[in-house]
């Protein structure tokens, strides 16, 4: 087959034809020749193109491959001797599994965009170039630019030479394995972004890509630049639906974000979605849980608010007496009333617990004890013991003004009357 859906000269009677007539007529043949043992229809699965919808069929070419052992053991070795750190650590096995066993790197692929592969064919003519299939030749150098490739075909084949670069680009995990050093203005190797930034420190990403993305970035890192991208590798989990299930338009279960943001809010979505599962766990979203964290950050709203009422007419100065007070320590801590010491004792307990978990990059469970504190001890109870004292005040100083406004009301009319104290 031809790559225009026709058949070549190897098809006999049906070279020329296209696919789909030569399917036709090769059944009209094996009608009329008695071939035809019985005609009965079937349903099949056929694969067809993502972006303009026709039918794709199996064609063996030549393809470009990398070989991907020498690669590999680098990688392997900084993951075994710590230099990298994969979390959750049972999915070392899985990493170290596909690097153990792995093949050599099919990276050609027939697009229009993409990095083209750095290849070059060698002709002897622009007569033999134009004669070529695609241009292509035995004869090839692999080089960075295009007057590299040309020094080294004429060091090796002298001068003349027609040079063609191989239409096919790289399969796009292979530019993606190239990003933490090729956004940094790599292979310049003194390039200011590129000493300052890489290597970096975190990668988070999803496990079901750990090989096709996570690796093949570990890989190039030290295969190009000497030094691995990341030292450690945080895997979360995938989006499921509440019963488990891997969203997909056929099963009509996807959850459209845009729809629960709408309905619930970002804050709501985003909490869920940082303490729903733990690292490397698939999340099954319940909406139930969304509408739960909109009513958490409801109650942070609210006490904001009071928060807020409660400074109302507060000048420059005395914010900023209040932005520098400093609880650290428990000597300043004097003269202050009882809840204000038990709930400062318990917000630095939360801020050791989430340090914690934030260094151990548990993030669940930070958000958890985040969420416990927030609704649990300072909303639900050191709030309200607030506003008991803040009402009791307000309510003295009410009363104060009124017995003052009274007696200085009976006051004068003494003075009025002329009556005075003895």
């Not at 548990?362 to 008991?388: C, I, M, P, R, T």
């Given at each position: 087959?031809?790559?225009?859906g026709?058949?070549?000269?190897?098809?006999?009677a049906y070279?020329?034809?296209?696919?789909?007539?030569?399917?036709?007529?090769?059944?009209?043949?094996?009608?009329?020749a008695?071939?035809?043992?019985k005609?009965?229809?079937?349903?099949?699965?056929?694969?067809?193109?993502?972006?303009?919808?026709e039918?794709?069929?199996?064609l063996?070419?030549?393809?470009?491959?990398v070989?991907?052992?020498p690669l590999?053991?680098?990688?392997?070795?900084a993951?075994?001797?710590?230099?990298?750190?994969?979390?959750?650590?049972?999915?070392?096995?899985?990493?170290n599994?596909?690097?153990?066993?792995?093949?050599?790197?099919?990276v050609?692929r027939?697009?229009?965009?993409?990095h083209?592969?750095?290849?070059w064919?060698?002709h002897?003519?622009?007569?033999?170039?134009?004669?070529?299939?695609e241009?292509?030749?035995?004869?090839?150098?692999?080089?960075?630019?295009?007057?590299?490739?040309a020094d080294?075909?004429?060091?090796?084949?002298?001068?003349?030479?027609?040079?063609?670069?191989?239409?096919?680009?790289?399969d796009?995990?292979?530019?993606?394995g190239?990003?933490?050093?090729?956004?940094?203005?790599?292979?310049n190797?003194?390039a200011?972004d590129?000493?300052?930034?890489?290597?970096?420190q975190?990668?988070?990403?999803?496990?079901?890509i750990?090989?096709?993305?996570?690796?093949?970035?570990?890989?190039?890192?030290?295969?190009l630049?000497?030094?691995?991208?990341?030292?450690?590798?945080?895997l979360?989990?995938?989006?499921?639906?509440?019963?488990?299930?891997?969203?997909?338009k056929s099963?009509?279960?996807?959850v459209?974000p845009?729809?629960?943001?709408?309905?619930?809010?970002?804050?709501?979505l985003?909490?869920?979605?940082?303490t729903?599962?733990?690292?490397?766990?698939?999340?099954?979203l319940?909406?139930?849980?969304?509408?739960?964290?909109?009513?958490?950050?409801?109650?942070?709203?609210?006490a904001?608010?009071?928060?807020?009422?409660?400074?109302?007419?507060?000048?420059?100065?005395?914010?900023q007496?209040?932005?520098?007070?400093?609880?650290s320590?428990?000597?300043?801590?004097?003269?202050?009333?009882?809840?204000d010491?038990?709930?400062?004792?318990?917000?630095?307990?939360?801020?050791?617990?989430?340090?914690s978990c934030?260094?151990?990059?548990?993030?669940n469970?930070?958000?958890?004890a985040?969420?416990?504190w927030?609704?649990?001890?300072?909303a639900?109870?050191?709030?309200?013991?607030?506003?008991?004292?803040?009402?009791?005040?307000n309510s003295?100083?009410?009363?104060?003004?009124?017995?003052?406004a009274?007696?200085?009301?009976?006051?004068?009319?003494?003075?009025?009357?002329?009556?005075?104290?003895g």
């Amino acid at each position: 087959m031809n790559k225009d859906g026709s058949l070549n000269e190897a098809a006999g009677a049906y070279a020329g034809l296209d696919r789909f007539d030569a399917r036709q007529r090769l059944w009209q043949d094996m009608e009329a020749a008695g071939l035809v043992i019985k005609k009965e229809s079937y349903s099949t699965r056929v694969p067809r193109s993502q972006r303009g919808g026709e039918v794709v069929e199996p064609l063996v070419s030549e393809q470009w491959f990398v070989r991907m052992a020498p690669l590999a053991e680098p990688a392997l070795a900084a993951v075994a001797d710590g230099s990298i750190k994969i979390m959750p650590e049972r999915f070392e096995k899985i990493y170290n599994m596909w690097l153990e066993n792995i093949k050599d790197w099919c990276v050609s692929r027939q697009l229009w965009w993409g990095h083209r592969i750095p290849v070059w064919y060698v002709h002897s003519s622009q007569a033999d170039a134009d004669a070529a299939e695609e241009g292509r030749s035995d004869r090839y150098v692999v080089a960075r630019s295009a007057a590299e490739a040309a020094d080294k075909a004429a060091a090796q084949w002298g001068p003349g030479l027609v040079l063609m670069q191989e239409p096919d680009v790289l399969d796009t995990w292979f530019s993606s394995g190239l990003w933490p050093f090729s956004t940094l203005g790599w292979p310049n190797t003194t390039a200011a972004d590129l000493k300052q930034f890489y290597p970096t420190q975190v990668l988070e990403t999803g496990h079901d890509i750990l090989f096709f993305w996570v690796a093949r970035m570990i890989m190039m890192g030290i295969g190009l630049t000497g030094q691995a991208p990341f030292h450690t590798v945080y895997l979360h989990g995938l989006v499921r639906d509440d019963k488990g299930r891997k969203m997909s338009k056929s099963l009509g279960n996807v959850v459209d974000p845009l729809d629960v943001l709408a309905q619930y809010g970002t804050d709501a979505l985003r909490f869920t979605m940082a303490t729903g599962t733990t690292a490397g766990q698939d999340l099954n979203l319940s909406l139930d849980r969304v509408n739960s964290n909109r009513n958490f950050t409801n109650k942070l709203w609210n006490a904001g608010k009071f928060i807020l009422f409660q400074l109302e007419g507060v000048s420059d100065e005395e914010w900023q007496q209040l932005s520098a007070a400093d609880f650290s320590s428990s000597d300043s801590w004097q003269g202050l009333s009882l809840s204000d010491k038990w709930v400062l004792s318990s917000l630095h307990q939360l801020v050791d617990q989430v340090t914690s978990c934030q260094e151990r990059f548990d993030f669940n469970e930070a958000g958890q004890a985040l969420y416990s504190w927030a609704w649990g001890e300072f909303a639900d109870w050191y709030v309200e013991a607030s506003k008991a004292r803040m009402y009791s005040v307000n309510s003295s100083s009410v009363s104060s003004a009124e017995d003052t406004a009274g007696g200085g009301a009976a006051s004068s009319d003494c003075q009025a009357a002329g009556i005075t104290r003895g």
